[in-house]
């Protein structure tokens, strides 16, 4: 008090120790689709007296194409336990690693890494192929590449998902090998065929379908479809 006498105040108090679990750091995907849409779950347990924020933090330069924990953000209370969903499309044909990181109480930054190997499905076939020289990976790995810069990349992830031409009513995918089949001069009336074989290269099982809607009342067939 100015102009007055000088008065002791004791101040007590005590602090309280941020205490925490919070785990697993490292998820492997091991081999993937490359638009497949993988989930992992991140556990984080209070085991403070107080309640803890946390913030997920994803640097936007990553070479996975999509990181999303949910809930990014929130609080935990006091003895609570709160399970975070990590989920992650891979995007690219080739091995990804990234890392992110889980800020803990405003003060302690904890660090996860996730990794998978990017895969597409492939066939090999004894069709005649056009583009020999082509290697069909490196071709998609830098499409997708191109395409990653654009409004339109997560669309074509999610085009190479799909398992039903049905729903297809205009081809914009990518195209990777081009095949020509020539069955030289045919007399009118003369029926002449070519058979073919396909192999699963892929190291996961994979589904196809022929698009056979482009030939339709030409006078070509293919069967099975």
């Given at each position: ?45 209070n085991?403070s ?6 913030v ?23 003895g ?27 003060i ?9 190997e990017?895969?597409?499905?492939q ?12 290697v ?10 191109e395409?990653s ?8 992830i999610?085009?190479?998902?799909m398992?039903n ?48 809607r482009?030939i ?10």
């Open positions: 008090i100015i102009g007055g006498p000088d008065y002791t105040i004791d101040l007590t108090g005590s602090s309280v120790t941020v205490d925490y679990e919070i785990g697993p750091k490292l998820f492997d995907f091991g081999i993937s689709n490359l638009a497949q849409k993988l989930t992992k779950t991140i556990c984080l347990k085991k007296d107080i309640s803890l924020s946390y997920t933090k994803i640097p936007k330069c990553c070479s996975i194409s999509s990181i999303v924990v949910e809930p990014n953000e929130g609080t935990v209370e006091a609570k336990i709160q399970q975070l969903t990590l989920t992650v499309i891979p995007g690219y044909p080739t091995f990804l690693k990234d890392s992110f990181i889980i800020q803990i109480g405003k302690v930054d904890e660090e996860f890494t996730v990794q998978v990017g895969i597409f499905p066939i090999e076939t004894t069709l005649p192929k056009e583009n020999t020289e082509v069909e990976r490196d071709l998609l790995l830098a499409k997708l590449k395409l810069t654009t409004p339109t990349f997560m669309n074509t999610q085009l190479m998902s398992t031409f049905s729903k297809i009513t205009k081809f914009n995918g990518i195209s990777l090998s081009q095949f020509q089949i020539d069955f030289g001069k045919l007399v009118l009336g003369q029926t002449k065929s070519f058979e073919y074989s396909m192999k699963n290269v892929s190291p996961l099982p994979i589904s196809f379908e022929i698009d056979v482009s339709e009342s030409t006078g070509f067939q293919i069967e099975p479809h």
